[in-house]
């Protein structure tokens, strides 16, 4: 693993400064915290606000960008504002990651900076992500898979770099929690983000709320399922204030991605349009 640090550190050099995408994830703040040696004053990190992405991240975003004292810029990257975004068909993140990027590579090139990288781990490879398109196409570099760094090494190393980030959750946005061909409304976006807004008091480590129209459907990880058990009543309460009628544990638990689950080979194989002939 100390290898890989050098590799990162040796990428980062390729560049005299750079622009982040920084959610305030375990990922982005990891390679913030590293890209500050490097590029001093050079650097800086930029937070898109929207409905998929809940006020409580924005919160903690701004918090980490001060702590570790690198110029944070905030913009609005409104995703269901995009044609056909709402919809919610298997591209989806195509859309919402090339309109975000390139936003950010605008305000890069007007600023001076020479890079714009994101948190991509090597991990995120091996899933479905259409958004992995857009970044390329908009020359957004992932220094940190690139590196070869998963989410483990990245937590092991955010811990001795005493960042806050090192035990926190995996985080993707709120989109992320509907199955494919359900409307994205902002009423669910928000009912979605309060209901887990509220489990988080709870003290789960690792968790998801699948929004399925009215039911909601919960992932724990297998360590935390007799204790999402025992508080099954909060859980149905927590829920149905935030507007859902049915409630629901997921015996699978908590799974990165699970809801690419139902897509075929030739959904993940031509899942952008421009693409099909």
Known sequence: MEEKLIILQNRLK?????????????????????????????????????????????????SLAELLGIRHKIIVSEEIDIPGYSDNPPDRCYYCKSELFGKIKYIASEEGYDAVFDGSNADDLKD??????????????SPLADSGFTKSEIRYFSEKYNLPTASKQSYACLASRFPYGEKITKIKLDRLALAEFELRSLGFSQFRIRSHENLARFEFIPSEMDKAWGLRDKLAEICRRSGFTYITIDLDGYRTGSMNEVLTELDKLGYHKSDKK
């Open 128 to 141: 479905f992500r259409p958004g992995m398109k857009a970044k390329q196409e908009k020359g957004v570099i």
């Open 14 to 62: 390729e560049y005299k400064s750079a622009v982040i995408a920084f959610s305030g994830g375990v990922d982005s703040t990891f390679l913030a915290r590293i890209a500050k040696d490097l590029y001093d004053g050079n650097l800086l990190l930029i937070t898109a606000t929207s409905s998929t992405y809940p006020f409580y991240e924005l919160d903690e975003a701004k």
